[in-house]
């Protein structure tokens, strides 16, 4: 009887341990930023935008851009790849409508594991904007976006495969940049 | 002297043997039903700590595989969208200033005006159109039911959007990362 108590006991605390890890290591290499802890924000800020597409309805989307535009193509090849775009943005009538700990909130998750900061800029005049890619087994996974602007909250999270070659093309396209990031040396072999 | 009598009490007894026999045959084992001290109390409900145990590591595993499936739900019904206004009319034109590269490459900007046509909700509320319970897997545009169309279309929008802010925030990013300005901190190079 002993054995079996000790037994249940050890059962019951490896499981536990088993999950708690199991819990860890998903949310570690999760490229998903909860974006819930902003919610109360809603009720200060002048204008709000909330964009959550997932997986399937992005590819549902995806076939709504016609192939024979060459825009909506290039569009339409980036978003196939990706599992999701969410984006909140917050705008205040006054500065300081939020807080140090909400922007912590979500930069405290881009610090996981996986996460990497590849641009970090800070202007008093204009906010500072935080760019993060995720990589898993050297395949991007992941781009968060994180803009605070004295007046303005943004956070932007983009999952799935995120080709930064093809998001420059879009330069021109609905306002798209290139991404001024040093890129690995590829040869090229030219025919 | 018969040496039987020590092995199965056959024979005559050696005298001393007897005596022996007499002296230690007072301590011999008397059956009788075991009387316990009052001081004794006795303890019966250890026997069910085993199949508590277990019990409690079952519960464990379908209470975590519970809130698993919670949040997969969760993560499916959320996707939609949400786009509000801070006035009180039914629909507006929103004029997104974007400010976009020059295609000279000349560092230059132009700024671009896109109308963006948004239904207001009342002040400080959120509105999220949620994607739940829809007809699944059309493999074509022309199998699209209406209401997955204009399901496609919304998201088609969001998605434009959605493009707009991240570009946006990309562009700003991109200006700032022009040689010699001093606020960027390069924390990382992708590859």
Redesign the interface.
Known sequence: MNILFQTGIRLSLLSLTLLIFAAAVANAQDPRVQTQSLDHLSNKASQTVNVNIDERLMQMTAKFFSSADPDEKKIKEIISGLKGIYVRVFEFEKENEYSPADVESIRVQLRNPGWSPIVTINSKKEGSVEVYLMTTNDRITGLAVLAIDPKELTVVNILGPVDLEKLTELEGQFGVPVLDIEKPAKTKVKN | MNNDYLWDRTGEPDAEVQELEDVLGTLRYQPQPLVLPDNVRLVTG??W??????A??IA??VL?LGVWLRVQQR??A?????????SQTQEHQTIVT????S?KRDNSIQK?EVVVNQVSQP????T?AR?SNRP?H?N??RE?TAA?RA???A??E?????????????????R??VPGNN?????????
Do not use: C, D, W
């Open positions: 250890r026997k700590y085993p199949i508590i145990a277990i409690a590591t464990l595993v975590a993560e499916k959320a996707p939609g969208q949400i786009a509000n206004k801070n974007i400010e976009e590269p295609p671009k002040r400080n509320r959120v999220v994607h699944s059309s074509t545009a699209f997955n399901e496609a279309e998201a088609k969001q998605l434009m959007l959605a493009l707009r802010v991240v570009s946006a925030k990309l562009n700003f990013a991109q700032k990362t606020n960027v901190r390069y924390q990382h190079k992708v590859g």
